[in-house]
Nanobody, 112 residues
Framework: QVRLVESGGDLVQAGGSLRLSCAAS????????MGWYRQTPGKERELVGI???????NYADSVKGRFIISRDNAKNTVYLQMNSLKPEDTAVYYC??????WGQGTQVTVSS
């Protein structure tokens, strides 16, 4: 059974940084692409970025240049480094493992 556990969400001031982690278990981590999504109340979940099995990344335009996704296959963990945070980055952030597994989410709140 695949399990994803996010951590690292917090309250931070605008301009600050946070690093989210997602620990995976229950499957061969290195075989699958991973992603981060986020959702705010009343809105659809949106893609933040993805990382391939080889470490290639793609990001939403809204976070490009500020957020960095990385993975450590030895630790079965994917990370989301968030810099220059803005109030509009406030959301619940979810880890995603292809082809269809989700974590429980972690809250990120950015105050102005």
């Amino acid at each position: 059974q695949v399990r994803l556990v996010e951590s690292g969400g917090d309250l931070v001031q605008a301009g600050g940084s946070l690093r989210l982690s997602c620990a995976a278990s229950g499957s061969i981590f290195s075989n699958d692409a991973m992603g981060w999504y986020r959702q705010t109340p009343g809105k659809e979940r949106e893609l933040v970025g993805i990382i391939s099995t080889r470490g290639n990344t793609n990001y939403a335009d809204s976070v490009k240049g500020r957020f960095i996704i990385s993975r450590d296959n030895a630790k079965n963990t994917v990370y989301l480094q968030m810099n220059s945070l803005k109030p509009e980055d406030t959301a619940v952030y979810y880890c995603y493992k292809f082809p269809g597994y989700w974590g429980q989410g972690t809250q990120v709140t950015v105050s102005s």
